[in-house]
């Protein structure tokens, strides 16, 4: 049973750009969230979306910054007109059912994004 | 209200020493704390978790400390070894809203 999956792992953007951060999570998970992680500091809840709804979006930035989860296919985090405040570590996680007390999100690996 | 604090930044212990690392919150609403371990490039992994209606959770040679009271815990490392040099980080959620609140992380280095 793999993992979850993110690609690429490393992303190069150069600034105004748009950057496309996909993930399939785990086989039979139907919840995902994202996170964002700064150099050196703790991550940072984005959004949580279940297929084709976006359930909490409280960690998202107003502008620029947009996600999906298709009824087919990876969920897509999508930032538009990159800036360099932008480069960070970009990670997704599933879980299986709604996450509660004592439920685990498993992680993927992350997407790197550099924007010069 | 919606932050976790976690202390210390960094920390060095000795091979076979026990390492601490300790986390405060303020939002008594907070149900479930997971410990995650993140190595140089990959993503986090879960280490262990506690509820609140526990004092204290062990598996292996890791143990959660829990003061509900004071609104602490803390990660105990036992007989600590080169292999468990990795970034931690402690995390707190409320059950239904889903989302994580995570620690500024602690980078640990065992020397052997």
């Known amino acids: 049973n793999a993992g979850v999956m993110q690609n690429p792992r490393h992303l190069v953007r150069r600034r105004g750009q748009e950057a496309r951060l996909r993930c399939s999570p785990m086989k039979g998970h139907s919840h995902v969230y994202w996170y964002r992680q700064l150099p050196e500091e703790g991550l940072k809840f984005m959004v949580y979306l279940q297929k084709e709804n976006i359930i909490d979006e409280s960690g998202m930035p107003k502008e620029r910054f947009s996600a999906e989860f298709p009824k087919e296919g990876p969920s897509i985090l999508r930032i538009q007109q990159v800036v360099r405040g932008d480069s960070a570590a970009y990670f997704c996680?599933?879980?299986?059912?709604?996450?509660?007390?004592?439920?685990?999100?498993?992680f993927g690996p992350g997407t790197r994004l550099t924007v010069l | 209200q919606q932050q976790v604090k976690q202390s210390p930044q960094s920390l060095i212990v000795q091979k076979g020493g026990i390492s601490i690392i300790n986390c405060a919150y303020e939002?008594?609403?907070?149900?479930?704390f997971p410990w995650y371990q993140q190595f140089p490039g990959k993503g986090p992994a879960l280490l262990i978790a506690i509820r609140p209606d526990v004092s204290e959770k062990k598996e292996g040679r890791f143990t959660i400390s829990f003061n509900k009271s004071a609104k602490q815990f803390s990660l105990h490392i036992m007989d600590s070894q080169p292999g468990d040099s990795a970034t931690y980080f402690c995390a707190a959620s409320i059950e239904g809203a889903q989302k994580l609140v995570f620690g500024q992380g602690t980078r640990l280095t065992i020397n052997p």
């Open positions: 996680a599933s879980s299986p059912r709604r996450t509660g007390a004592g439920n685990e999100q498993f």
């Open positions: 939002n008594t609403a907070f149900d479930y």
